[in-house]
């Protein structure tokens, strides 16, 4: 059974960094790229991203229906953001999402890094319940999802941007 470690997707993305930058770091429209986020809501009267800003992100996989608390790590505009969520039973895992500027667009690439080790008995009922026999490659289909997404909502929302000078 795979144990999780760290992984990395990386894509490009027809977009300027500051563009993609504000469509990840506003995790209450994660729902619309993410395969098992359901909903995301920021908490304590946070209202966006900031170092320290608490959100409940709830998740769906098949019946099963979870939430968790990420809090944000690094808000930078244009360069990177970055949540961790620990909870009970599930590990500590660091989630980033980093923008390169580069020709035509942005280079962005969506990594895990495990913090605190996921404990197997998640891995076991994944495996059991929902019939997740390797949760790395899981997660890695679902961060290549995620980022074709991404893409999708960046370019659409670019084509229907105001021109700027």
């Not at 959100?55 to 990420?70: D, E, G, Q, Y």
């Not at 505009?77 to 667009?105: D, K, N, Q």
């Not at 998640?122 to 893409?151: C, E, K, P």
């Amino acid at each position: 059974m795979q144990r999780l470690g760290r992984d990395e997707v990386q894509r490009h993305v027809v977009a300027q960094p500051l563009q993609v930058y504000e469509l990840v770091s506003d995790v209450t429209r994660t729902p619309t790229w993410s395969p098992q986020v359901i909903d995301c809501s920021w908490l304590d009267g946070a209202t966006g991203p900031a170092v320290g800003a608490r959100f409940v992100a709830r998740n769906k996989l098949r019946w099963f229906v979870w939430s968790n608390r990420p809090v944000v790590e690094v808000a930078d505009p244009g360069r990177e953001f970055t949540i961790c969520r620990t909870e009970p039973g599930g590990g500590s895992i660091r989630w980033a999402y980093r923008l390169l500027p580069e020709a035509g667009g942005t280079r962005v690439a969506l990594s895990y890094e495990v913090l605190q080790t996921v404990p197997l008995g998640l891995h076991i009922v994944l495996r059991v319940l929902f019939g997740v026999r390797d949760l790395q490659a899981d997660l890695h289909a679902n961060m290549v999802t995620s980022l074709d997404r991404i893409a999708e909502l960046a370019t659409a929302q670019r084509a229907t941007a105001p021109d700027v000078p």
